[in-house]
């Protein structure tokens, strides 16, 4: 009887541990799953993230060239603009030239407007009677 009761024992034991041992598998399966499930879960995430840095790495080198070439542009704008300038200014002084020759030319028409009208006035007799010798006394 004694041994029959720690074969019982013992077998009860045995059932208890095995039962103990398959769910110690069965939580270490789940366990495993559950840890493969939320790798995944971040792994997905993590690519996703590697994904999009790489397209801002794309994106940030067409924007660096963009950029490099539109400084470009506006440096040759503003060359052009500084040139135009320059020629504006030139003009400038070639309209103050022009106005100041005009001025010239104008005080000029008038004093050969004044002299030609001044010898229109004077009597016809006395270039006449002289002959030539008005010119001839100033030599």
């Known amino acids: 009887m004694l041994s029959s009761l720690v074969k019982k024992h013992n077998d009860d034991l045995a059932k208890v541990r095995e039962a103990q041992e398959h769910r110690k598998k ?27 840095e790489k397209k801002l790495d794309s994106e940030m080198r067409t924007l660096t060239t963009n950029a490099s070439q539109f400084a470009k ?9 500084d040139n135009f300038n320059t020629a504006l200014k030139e003009l400038g002084h070639v309209q103050s030239w022009a106005k100041a020759i005009e001025s010239d ?12 009208k001044s010898t229109q006035e004077t009597p016809r007799s006395s270039t006449g009677s002289g002959g030539g010798s008005g010119s001839g006394s100033i030599s």
């Open 105 to 116: 030319v104008k005080t000029i028409t008038s004093a050969l407007e004044y002299v030609y």
């Open 26 to 52: 069965e939580a270490m399966a789940a366990a495993t799953d559950l840890t493969n499930a939320m790798v995944d879960h971040l792994n997905v995430g993590v690519a996703q993230a590697y994904l999009n």
């Open 73 to 81: 542009q506006t440096q040759q704008w503003l060359a052009l603009i």
